[in-house]
Each structure stands twice: as C-alpha cells, then as structure tokens.
C-alpha cells in the first residue's frame, strides 16, 4: 500500500469504504453500477469494476465478466445492459420491453434467456479480462479464465472492427450516444439535433425518480435518445445502411434501402476507439498467455492508432475530436474523450506531448483550476459544472489519464491526479461524478465504478 493520501489509516478506511459499496451492489453474479439509479448490468460499469474488483476478489472479478459474456450476441455484440428479471419493469427505463433483445434481435443472434439491450458500450473488456489475470494468475489458469473468455472477447472485437466500420476508415462507429457511454456530451449536440424526438408522453423517465433533474440530461434529449433506439430496433438492429454512403450503397445493391436521408446518428469517437485499441493490445497479451502469438493483434491495434490519428487528431487544438459521419467532418467541441487516447503506447510522442498540455491547459485545467479532470471544454458556450457530462468531473476518465500520463513518464502529474482521485472518491461517498472545480458530489452516491476504480488505486 502506498504512502500519502493523509496516511495508511485513512487509506485503510477508504479501501474498506470502496469494498462495502461493490459488496452492497453486488447481485450474486455481477455487480449494479447503483442499486437505485442503474439497477441492472451495465457493459463498461462491470469492466471497471471487475478492474477494482481483482484486488479483493479475483474470483468475483472474473464472475462478473463471465456474467457480461454470457449475455453476448450470436453476432458478437456485447449488449450494453443485461437486465435482471427480478428487478420490476418500472425501475430503470428503457426496460426490457422497450429494447425486446430477444425477438427483435433474433437476427443479430441476441440470446433467448436473457434480456439485454440492443446497443453497445466502450470496449474496457479484453483490458479488464487481462488485468484481472494478472492479479491472480493461479486461479485464472486453474479456472480456464482466459481460454473461456478469449473467443468470446475476440468477437465482440470483430463485431466492431467489421460491422461497425460504418466510415469505412478503419475506425468503429457508434450509433447512438448511449453507445460511448458520455450520453449527453455537446460533442453529440450537432449530431442529434437532426433527431426527430420521440413525444415526451410516449416514455416515463425513471431516472427522474433517483436522480436531481439538473444533474441529468433533458426531456429533449431523452426524446432523441428513445427516437433513435427504437428505429434501430425496429431495424432488427442490423449496422448496414446507417450512413449517406451506407444506404447508397445498400440502395445500389437493390436491398430495400432507408429514404436516403441522412437521418441517423453514426459518429467516430476517440475514447470508444483508443479503448478498443487498448483492449486489441490486451487481447494480444492474452493469446501470447494462451500459447497462441499475439503479433497480429498488436499490428491491428497499430493500424487502429494510425487510423485514430488519421481521422481524429487536429494537431492546430492539441486534441482528438469526434466524426459525425452523417454530419461531415469533426465536431469542435472539446471533450475529454479527445484526451483518453493519451493511454495508448503506440501514440507518436508530439501527439502524448500536445494532449498532456491540453489536459493543464485552460480548457481543462489540470493542476491549475481544476480538481479532477472535466468531461467538457471549461470555456465551452455548453460547460455545466453539474449536468452530467457536461462539464462534471468522472472518476473512469481520469483513472484512464492516470494511467496515459504515467504511461508517458509524466510520473508528478499521474502521481497528483491519483491522490486527487482517491481524495474526491472519499469526500463524495464515492459519488458517480463531481464538480471539478468543487468536488461536490452530483448524481447517485456509492457508485460502482467510482469505488472499484479508487480500489485499483489504493492498491
Ligand atoms: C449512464 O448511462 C445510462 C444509459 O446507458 C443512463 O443514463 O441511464 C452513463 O453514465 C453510462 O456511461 C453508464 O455506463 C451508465 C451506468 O452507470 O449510466
């Protein structure tokens, strides 16, 4: 255990705080990212806490993404909510009935026993399967943890690779911004504006009935965001024909085509991209482990990075930027997913060096105004300090800065955002996102991923 953080007692209190949530979460088979907020299976909320999770359970921690990957489509999707059937219908909206995995996705190859939802979330696996290995690499080989995880997590890899490159530029897309997991960032403002919202009337906001309405996205939003989920329901959740490019294409093969019009949402995001990529370079490590060679895997995950460089760095800001693909060109608005690439090994070295001066510079003010790192652009026309994210600080993104700066040698300033992370987790209660000037706790408390990703850093 490390010294510092106002010393080993109060860190021993803060482990123990972060163990009591992800007990008083934990389900038996997985872990809710909150009991009353989000009381189902979440994707990338289990990755991160099976990340904590392998330092006081590595037995758990692979249960809970065993747990994930039972729920996977036959077309390698990793759905993004696995619901629990005991939990009632009106707890958490969008339900089961509204997303109907199983019939409506039948094509997709969605499972027949259990219900999940239809869309994605930020590939984190392969990078927890990896970590969580070797944590307790005994018991991992005892168990076949990795044998039994590793098809699986190579095709939910191929399912992004291939189905998802709807800009055909190497890159995964997203198709709804529930996908990239920052639901109400201003980079996707532009992009939904073009939604026709569902009515207000037609779906009952359950959030509402946990969290501040000011800490949360709006009706308006809330009206795209169910417009969008239920067309590509409707559409048996296929990927093709979802981009101007896509449907004149799908239209010239004679395939029944969409109007044309460039309606739906498909964007390019550098977080959800340098994830995957981080996980491709852990998928590798894995089939090395596995007595396979993973050389191919980290050339794709290459290729990937060149491909993130390519089509979403803007050298003149210092940033990577997202691609509305139906829009043309990249959004400019800065978010923190422009800085998660910063945890990539292959990042030419000008790139990592113009990101950390990003991070410390004013639009999010690392060591300077801020406290932890801001999801938005502090000078943005959007910045809200409490709406969610757009503008508060989250705990997952800067434990993914953490690792970029230590990863590129800037050992202060990793060293300063981890005290300041196990700080704000403890003040909080553990809180699903702070203030980043303040660190006053905003949305649910004791929040899964929150205590997991404090345990990874106390340890
Ligand atoms: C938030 O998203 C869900 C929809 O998936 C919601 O608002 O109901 C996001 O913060 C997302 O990143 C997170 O995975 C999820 C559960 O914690 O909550």
Request: glycine share 10%.
């Amino acid at each position: 255990v490390p010294h510092a953080i106002g010393g080993s007692a109060s860190l021993r209190a803060l482990h123990r705080g972060a163990v009591a949530v992800l007990d008083a979460n934990w389900t038996g088979a997985s872990t809710v990212p909150s009991r009353g907020l989000y009381p189902h299976q979440w994707s990338w909320d289990s990755a991160f806490v099976a990340i904590g999770l392998r330092h006081v359970s590595p037995r758990r921690a692979q249960t809970e993404l065993e747990t994930l990957l039972k729920a996977q489509w036959g077309d390698g999707r990793i759905p993004h909510i696995v619901f629990n059937p005991s939990v009632p219908l009106d707890a958490y909206f969008p339900s089961p009935d509204f997303w109907r995995s199983s019939t409506a996705g039948r094509a997709a190859g969605a499972p027949r026993t259990v219900q999940t939802s239809g869309i994605v979330q930020p590939p984190v696996h392969a990078l927890a399967a990896w970590l969580v290995h070797r944590a307790d690499p005994g018991l991992s080989r005892a168990r076949g943890f990795l044998a039994r995880v590793y098809p699986r997590l190579a095709a939910w890899h191929r399912y992004l690779v291939h189905r998802r490159d709807l800009g055909g530029g190497g890159l995964a897309s997203v198709v709804h911004p529930w996908e990239q997991g920052m639901d109400n960032s201003p980079s996707w403002d532009a992009p939904l504006a073009r939604i026709t919202p569902a009515p207000a009337r037609s779906f009952r906001r359950a959030d509402l009935d946990h969290g501040a309405a000011e800490d949360r996205p709006t009706d308006l939003d809330y009206g795209r965001y169910v417009r969008l989920a239920a067309e590509y329901r409707d559409a048996g959740y296929a990927d093709t024909g979802r981009t101007r490019a896509g449907r004149a294409h799908t239209d010239h093969v004679g395939r029944t085509s969409h109007t044309g019009r460039a309606d739906g949402f498909a964007v390019e995001d550098p977080a959800f991209n340098a994830l995957l990529i981080a996980s491709e370079h852990a998928l590798a490590h894995i089939a090395d482990e596995l007595g396979a060679t993973g050389a191919a895997r980290h050339a794709r995950a290459e290729r990937l990075t060149a491909a993130l460089v390519e089509r979403l760095w803007d050298p003149a800001e210092g940033m990577f930027f997202c691609r509305d693909l139906n829009g043309g060109g990249l959004v400019p608005e800065r978010g923190v997913s422009g800085l998660v690439p910063l945890l990539l090994p292959g990042l030419p070295h000008e790139i990592a060096a113009a990101l950390v001066r990003t991070l410390r510079g004013p639009h999010f003010g690392l060591g300077s105004t801020t406290r932890l790192v801001p999801s938005y652009d502090l000078l943005g026309e959007a910045f809200d300090p409490h709406r969610y994210w757009r503008g508060p600080a989250w705990f997952n993104t800067s434990w993914l800065l953490e690792r970029g700066l230590a990863l590129h040698g800037e050992h202060a300033g990793a060293q300063a955002l981890r005290r300041a992370v196990l700080d704000l987790a403890g003040s909080s209660d553990f809180a699903e996102y702070v203030d980043p000037y303040t660190g006053e706790a905003c949305g649910t408390t004791g929040f899964s991923w929150t205590a997991a990703l404090t345990l990874d850093l106390v340890h």
